[in-house]
């Protein structure tokens, strides 16, 4: 009875051992007595026991390998470089994945910074920021053909990361700050300049209505004093007084508008009604003497005195 149990005991044992299964996207390498025999995929599986063992489960999904690699460009700048190669078993060379290769991670980052130190120093530290895809696609041919004969299948290489030494990124950020600031100071040059433009052509404008104004106010002026003096003249009274009494009315009006503002910076002289008056007997000499010098100057000279008029005055 003892013995029965024992051999039922062993039975279960062999039994059990005769199945394994493998999870789906795995793959399973299975040995006889140390030599390869089969791959088997997802699913349940009958083996020898004793004979038949499971040497290596390999996983058939994506992974991805992150190598960091440290290298120099070509204006001697050192750079640490993150490259992120994603990778897969090939369904139907699972035995040449698992016999072919002892470290499949090693070789890969071999050959990763094989490519890597052989393309950056060729490339200024600016140009890698913008060829990093060049230096991608580099990698994934250099390991594509490389890896696939050991039957693994590079499926992408992505330049992730691109980390220049800390001096080198503040002096990067002082030239882009300096850029910046040269941008706005031209900006802010030639928004000074059309200030100054607009400015000189307002002001411009502004002269010339001024000047207009000024013209139409001395000929509005020039026709009411002509008004002014042919109105006196109608009342008996003499072209000189006429004029002496507007230069008076003029005075006058001058000095009403002075005292109306108390930030008048206006100088006026003569400073008296009798200093008016001397200025205009000055203007009508000063014109009858410019008449004479005129007729002079023509040849109208005038006529000396007969003979009979000298010895009459005597």
């Known amino acids: 009875m003892i013995y029965l149990g024992i051999l039922v005991f062993f039975g279960l044992i062999t039994l059990f051992a005769s199945f394994f299964t493998v999870k789906q996207e795995s793959a399973a390498v299975v040995e006889r007595l140390g030599k390869f025999l089969k791959v088997s995929h997802a699913g349940l599986h009958l083996k020898i026991p004793f004979l038949d063992q499971i040497s290596k489960r390999l996983n058939l999904r994506i992974q991805q390998l992150d190598v960091i690699i440290d290298t120099k460009t070509l204006d001697n700048v050192f750079i640490k470089m993150k490259v992120s190669v994603q990778y897969q078993v090939i369904r139907e060379n699972v035995k040449d994945a698992y016999y072919r290769l002892e470290n499949p991670e090693n070789q890969i980052t071999s050959y990763v910074f094989d490519v890597v130190r052989a393309e950056v120093p060729k490339t200024k530290l600016d140009d890698v920021f913008v060829r990093k895809d060049d230096i991608a696609v580099a990698v ?167 003979d009979h008029e000298h010895i009459g005055n005597m």
Not at 141 to 161: C, F, N, R, W
Not at 243 to 271: C, E, F, K, M
């Open 140 to 306: 994934k041919s250099e390991l594509q053909e490389a890896m696939q004969s050991y039957g693994y299948d590079i499926i992408k290489a992505l330049v992730t990361d691109i980390d220049p030494d800390e001096q080198v990124k503040h002096a990067m950020n002082r030239i882009n700050a300096a850029e910046r600031e040269k941008t706005a100071a031209e900006y802010e040059s030639e928004a000074q300049r059309i200030r100054i433009v607009a400015v000189a052509k307002a002001e411009a404008e502004s002269k010339k209505l001024q000047g207009q104004g000024i013209a139409d106010q001395r000929r509005e002026i020039a026709k009411g004093l002509e008004e002014s003096v042919r109105m006196l003249n109608s009342v008996d009274i003499s072209s000189h007084e006429a004029s002496a009494l507007i230069v008076v009315t003029q005075h006058y009006d001058t000095l009403h508008a002075i005292g109306a503002s108390n930030r008048s910076n206006l100088v006026l002289l003569p400073n008296s009604p009798t200093a008016a008056s001397g200025m205009l007997n000055d203007l009508v000499v000063a014109m009858t003497t410019a008449n004479s010098v005129g007729e002079v100057t023509k040849g109208n000279y005038p006529k000396p005195p007969k």
